[in-house]
Structure formats: structure tokens, C-alpha cells
């Protein structure tokens, strides 16, 4: 059984960072690509960014230049680095899985249980 456990959320003011980690388990992690989502109240789950089994990284236009992802394999994790906070920014955030090395552009097979990301401004 595939977990994904986020952690690294919180309260930050806008134009500051925050780094969000993902510990996965119940599968080898190395051979999949992860992602990272995010949801507002009253909005559908929005694309972040993923990376594929030998760190390659795609990215929604709205956090380009601003969100990292990354990735390391024998620690089970992967890693959002998020700069320059914005308040549109603010959502839960969650940790997701894919059945693929290397392709993203599908629905994520699992799913972490989010954790809450706050940027005042």
C-alpha cells in the first residue's frame, strides 16, 4: 500500500519560503514520478509540478520561476521549495504518486493528505 505523508506546511508572509517534504512508502520510489497539487476552498485541485524518475520537472505557469521541485531517492522523498510567496498562493498542498517513471500528464494514482500553506499579506 502506497503513502505519501506531507510535512512543512504553515503560516508564512508573502514574499517568503517555505519548503514542503514528502515521505513516500509501500513501493520502490526511485522508479516513479511524483507531483505536488493544490486545492483553494470551492476550487478544483490545481497542477503544481511534477518530476519524473531522473529529475525532470514540469511546472504550472503560475509558480514557474518561483516553486522547486526535487527529489531524493534514498530518502523516500520528494521536495517543494517555494519562493517568493504570494497570497494566491495559499491552499493545501498534497503529495501525489504517479503509476509512470516519466509521465505526468495524467490523473495521480495517490495522494498525500495535504497540509495547509498560509501567506499573509
Known amino acids: 500500500q502506497v503513502q505519501l505523508v506531507e510535512s512543512g506546511g504553515g503560516l508564512v508572509q508573502g514574499g517568503g519560503a517555505l519548503r514542503l517534504s514528502c515521505v513516500a512508502s509501500?513501493?520502490?520510489?526511485?522508479?516513479?514520478?511524483m507531483g505536488w497539487f493544490r486545492q483553494t476552498p470551492g476550487k478544483d485541485r490545481e497542477f503544481v509540478g511534477s518530476?519524473?524518475?531522473?529529475?525532470?520537472?514540469t511546472y504550472a505557469d503560475s509558480v514557474k520561476g518561483r516553486f522547486t521541485i526535487s527529489r531524493d531517492n534514498p530518502k523516500n522523498t520528494v521536495y517543494l521549495q517555494m519562493n517568493s510567496l504570494k497570497s494566491d498562493d495559499t491552499a493545501v498542498y498534497f503529495c501525489?504518486?504517479?503509476?509512470?517513471?516519466?509521465?505526468?500528464?495524467?490523473?495521480?494514482?495517490?495522494w498525500g493528505q495535504g497540509t495547509q500553506v498560509t501567506v499573509s499579506s
Open positions: 501525489v504518486g504517479y503509476r509512470s517513471s516519466w509521465y505526468t500528464e495524467m490523473w495521480p494514482d495517490y
Open positions: 509501500g513501493r520502490t520510489f526511485s522508479n516513479y514520478a
Open positions: 518530476i519524473t524518475d531522473d529529475g525532470r520537472t
